[in-house]
């Protein structure tokens, strides 16, 4: 398209309410190569999760980088864009980045202190990173270092795929207990405590209080 001459800029120009997708493996500001299906996964770090223990990985079909992590996340961004456009009016440009949402979606600090970053290669201690995302490992801190982790998750966190004029912010929070906010949003969309309670009641919600840990 941007060949032609009818790249977003251009688009948009004539037509501020166009959304305009642009689905690729390594991002708008990412690396201007050739790849497939296989070559954004292996870059995410995903493929090593898959397949058994003590042997060789093996790719998926296309389901997850290509369908899931293109099709399907370039999708739900659509959606997103479509329903902003009805506040004002415009529209924007979605980068959905392969590479990018496949590495955003699988990460995690698990109980026992170890991190489970799929986009990073682990040996031992060191961290080895992909360099088509821009980090650098020497200038990273210490990865097994408790009190350095909040600011890991933030360079580790990075919403994708990324819409041009209303970018989404990175949730550093913690994820939220099952049921735990059913109460304030049922009030909110006007139900009355009767009717929670017969929700409740017949098993179709669940509500849990936030618990403190002490």
Same mark, same amino acid.
């Given at each position: 398209?941007?060949?032609?001459?009818?790249?977003?800029?251009?688009?948009?120009?004539?037509?501020?309410?166009?959304?305009?997708?642009?689905?690729?493996?390594?991002?708008?500001?990412?690396?201007?190569?050739?790849?497939?299906?296989?070559?954004?996964?292996?870059?995410?770090?995903?493929?090593?999760?898959?397949?058994?223990?003590?042997?060789?990985?093996?790719?998926?079909?296309?389901?997850?980088?290509?369908?899931?992590?293109?099709? =399907?996340?370039?999708? @739900?961004?659509?959606?997103?864009?479509? #329903?902003? +456009? &009805?506040?004002?009016?415009?529209?924007?440009?979605? !980068?959905?980045?392969?590479?990018?949402?496949?590495?955003?979606?699988?990460?995690?600090?698990?109980?026992?202190?170890?991190?489970?970053?799929?986009?990073?290669?682990?040996?031992?201690?060191?961290?080895?990173?992909?360099?088509?995302?821009?980090?650098?490992?020497?200038?990273?801190?210490?990865?097994?270092?408790?009190?350095?982790?909040?600011? =890991?998750?933030?360079? @580790?966190?990075?919403?994708?795929?990324? #819409?041009? +004029? &209303?970018?989404?912010?990175?949730?550093?929070?913690? !994820?939220?207990?099952?049921?735990?906010?059913?109460?304030?949003?049922?009030?909110?969309?006007?139900?009355?405590?009767?009717?929670?309670?017969?929700?409740?009641?017949?098993?179709?919600?669940?509500?849990?209080?936030?618990?403190?840990?002490?």
């Amino acid at each position: 398209m941007e060949k032609l001459g009818m790249g977003p800029e251009e688009l948009l120009k004539e037509n501020p309410r166009l959304i305009y997708s642009c689905l690729t493996g390594y991002g708008l500001s990412g690396a201007k190569a050739a790849g497939h299906d296989i070559n954004y996964l292996v870059m995410s770090g995903l493929l090593s999760m898959l397949g058994r223990s003590h042997e060789k990985p093996y790719a998926p079909l296309n389901l997850v980088a290509d369908f899931a992590g293109g099709g =399907l996340t370039c999708a @739900f961004r659509v959606v997103l864009a479509l #329903l902003e +456009r &009805t506040k004002l009016c415009r529209g924007q440009v979605i !980068d959905a980045s392969m590479v990018r949402t496949r590495s955003a979606y699988y990460w995690d600090i698990n109980c026992k202190g170890i991190f489970t970053i799929v986009y990073l290669i682990l040996d031992g201690s060191k961290m080895a990173i992909p360099p088509r995302l821009g980090l650098d490992a020497v200038n990273l801190p210490p990865q097994m270092s408790f009190c350095d982790w909040p600011e =890991l998750r933030q360079i @580790f966190t990075y919403p994708a795929p990324v #819409l041009s +004029r &209303t970018p989404a912010d990175p949730c550093l929070t913690r !994820d939220p207990f099952i049921g735990e906010h059913t109460r304030p949003v049922l009030e909110e969309s006007g139900f009355k405590p009767p009717e929670e309670k017969q929700l409740l009641s017949a098993g179709i919600i669940e509500c849990n209080a936030a618990k403190a840990k002490l």
